[in-house]
């Protein structure tokens, strides 16, 4: 069965860095898209970052533009996101998801807490 | 970019029908397919329309999806309602370099 599995959050002070990995299994990862949706604490969903099946191409929410990296290892089945001069604001739940127009199956998801 | 507007909260009885509604502000509705999700609390979302009004395998029939161009807004039905379908509902669609998601709809079944 399809599985997406996040790691690499915990807490980190405002301006440093951090890299969320997302391994996936149950599915061919190099024939599809891959997405980053993030949801802070008692909000909603938001789009952070897609990428493409060949790593090709790539777009991002206004929010993390020139501030987060997507990327991918097709040999390895891991999805990434670099997430570089953290605010307070990027606290939040952050999912991957396997899609390309749309998420069709979700991780469970890791949780990033910017604070000081 | 455009944006989706729904609903804050929805609530209705067990058994009843409900229709939760997701306007697009800016460009036409029927222009990219729309998406509806369901996250329960602690749960991570899935899917349970994609493509207007296609439903992924183990989603029962009673949930369904359609799209109004006249009022340019996608909805989300859900028939003969459970105490399992209390949840956020979250449309979602798309442009060329975009991903966009409606703000979300607290469904209260009581």
């Known amino acids: 069965q399809v599985q997406l599995v996040e790691s690499g959050g915990g807490v980190v002070q405002p301006g440093r860095s951090l890299r969320l990995s997302c391994a996936v299994s149950?599915?061919?990862?190099?024939?599809?898209?891959m997405h980053w949706v993030r949801q802070a604490p008692g909000k909603g969903l938001e789009w952070v970052a897609i990428i493409s099946y060949d790593g090709s191409t790539e777009y991002y929410g206004d929010s993390v533009k020139g501030r987060f990296a997507i990327s991918r290892d097709n040999s390895k089945n891991t999805l990434y996101l670099q997430m570089n001069s953290l605010r307070p604001e990027d606290t939040a739940v952050y999912y991957c998801g396997k899609g390309w127009k749309y998420v069709d199956y979700w991780g469970q998801g890791t949780l990033v807490t910017v604070s000081s | 970019n455009f944006m989706l507007t729904q609903p804050h909260s929805v609530s209705e009885s067990p058994g009843k029908t409900v229709t939760i509604s997701c306007t697009r502000s800016?460009?036409?509705?029927?222009?990219?397919?729309v998406q509806w999700y369901q996250q329960r609390p602690g749960s991570s979302p899935t899917t349970v329309i994609y493509?207007?009004?296609?439903?992924p395998s183990g989603v029962p029939d009673r949930f369904s999806g359609s799209i109004d161009s006249s009022s340019n807004s996608a909805s989300l039905t859900i028939s003969g309602l459970k105490t399992e379908d209390e949840a956020d509902y979250y449309c979602q669609s798309f442009d060329i370099n975009n991903r966009v998601f409606g703000g979300g709809t607290k469904l209260t079944v009581l």
């Open positions: 149950g599915f061919s990862f190099i024939n599809y898209g």
């Open positions: 493509e207007d009004n296609q439903r």
């Open positions: 800016s460009g036409s509705i029927a222009s990219n397919y």
